[in-house]
């Protein structure tokens, strides 16, 4: 897969460190590579070539991964299992496991800056990129979905989503379209058809974690274990299952409906996601 070389090589730049094993560690643990893929397969949409973002996939998928080993920290999820294997801070221990996710997401900004891009988009993607993974998005997302006694609504629960989740899976289909000279309508609408995939994709998840063992899961139960608040639990698996159907067949009618571009190869990819049983 091209974002492996690509990640072992930014790696490859940094000193010798027991944060950079730890960040390797959890960079390099495999995973569906969901986010950098949806990017390449924007670009070869709109008839790019893949190599021209690279440095934009690695650093999306960087921010992904910091992500993760902050949410399984013992004061977020408390998790032990993430892809099939201990977490970063069971691995290492908590200290080193903050700063691998530090270190994951200031390298990210590094990377993009290193991009052979005009500059001026250069600049609107890391723009896009900052919002998308700060204050005003995941990170937003992440604090409402810590505040477990306001979860008790649907609607809350979409905010939650929404921002959590959809905000990295929006920004690769935004920043591919930015780097294709796309309007800001055109880039707006992808962001809506990331959210509309961030939605489903979680409401799966949810479901996933009640069907599946860890093991198989290949992470902790966590939410059961936490007795959070889930799609499943709000809705009913059978509701669960019919609104994540729903959304990705909205997020597919949406590429469909895109100017100039062949939705091809990331129809047939959103159509691996909605049938993933990890």
Same mark, same amino acid.
């Given at each position: 897969?091209?974002?492996?070389?690509?990640?072992?090589?930014?790696?490859?730049?940094?000193?010798?460190?027991?944060?950079?094993?730890?960040?390797?560690?959890?960079?390099?643990?495999?995973?569906?590579?969901?986010?950098?893929?949806?990017?390449?397969?924007?670009?070869?949409?709109?008839?790019?070539?893949?190599?021209?973002?690279?440095?934009? =996939?690695? %650093?999306?998928? *960087?921010? #992904?991964?910091?992500? &993760?080993?902050?949410?399984?920290?013992?004061?977020? !999820?408390?998790?032990?299992?993430?892809?099939?294997?201990?977490?970063?801070?069971?691995?290492?221990?908590?200290?080193?496991?903050?700063?691998?996710?530090?270190?994951?997401?200031?390298?990210?900004?590094?990377?993009?800056?290193?991009?052979?891009?005009?500059?001026?988009?250069?600049?609107?993607?890391?723009?896009?990129?900052?919002?998308? =993974?700060? %204050?005003?998005? *995941?990170? #937003?997302?992440?604090? &409402?979905?810590?505040?477990?006694?306001?979860?008790? !609504?649907?609607?809350?629960?979409?905010?939650?989503?929404?921002?959590?989740?959809?905000?990295?899976?929006?920004?690769?289909?935004?920043?591919?379209?930015?780097?294709?000279?796309?309007?800001?309508?055109?880039?707006?609408?992808?962001?809506?058809?990331?959210?509309?995939?961030?939605?489903?994709?979680?409401?799966?998840?949810?479901?996933?974690?009640?069907?599946?063992?860890?093991?198989?899961?290949?992470?902790?139960?966590?939410?059961?274990?936490?007795?959070?608040?889930?799609?499943?639990?709000?809705?009913?698996?059978?509701?669960?299952?019919?609104?994540?159907?729903?959304?990705?067949?909205?997020?597919?009618?949406?590429?469909?409906?895109?100017?100039?571009?062949?939705?091809?190869?990331?129809?047939?990819?959103?159509?691996?996601?909605?049938?993933?049983?990890?």
């Amino acid at each position: 897969m091209r974002i492996e070389e690509v990640l072992k090589n930014c790696l490859n730049r940094l000193h010798d460190s027991r944060v950079k094993e730890a960040m390797s560690y959890s960079l390099l643990a495999g995973g569906k590579r969901i986010r950098p893929n949806l990017l390449y397969e924007t670009l070869k949409g709109y008839g790019k070539q893949e190599s021209c973002g690279d440095e934009y =996939a690695a %650093a999306i998928e *960087m921010i #992904h991964t910091y992500s &993760l080993i902050h949410d399984d920290l013992p004061a977020m !999820d408390n998790d032990d299992l993430r892809r099939g294997r201990p977490t970063c801070h069971k691995q290492f221990d908590e200290a080193t496991a903050i700063l691998a996710g530090d270190g994951l997401l200031t390298f990210a900004f590094e990377t993009c800056a290193k991009a052979e891009t005009p500059s001026d988009i250069k600049v609107r993607c890391i723009a896009m990129l900052a919002r998308m =993974a700060g %204050a005003d998005g *995941m990170v #937003h997302g992440q604090d &409402l979905d810590m505040n477990e006694s306001l979860c008790s !609504d649907w609607n809350y629960l979409v905010d939650v989503h929404t921002y959590k989740t959809g905000c990295l899976l929006s920004i690769p289909l935004m920043i591919g379209a930015c780097l294709c000279g796309q309007s800001e309508d055109i880039i707006e609408q992808w962001h809506s058809i990331g959210n509309m995939i961030g939605l489903a994709f979680q409401i799966q998840d949810d479901i996933l974690d009640v069907q599946l063992t860890p093991e198989q899961f290949g992470k902790s139960n966590s939410d059961a274990r936490n007795e959070k608040v889930t799609s499943v639990t709000l809705l009913g698996m059978d509701k669960a299952e019919k609104m994540m159907n729903d959304l990705y067949t909205q997020a597919e009618d949406a590429i469909r409906h895109l100017p100039e571009f062949d939705g091809t190869g990331l129809l047939n990819m959103v159509e691996q996601i909605r049938t993933r049983r990890i």
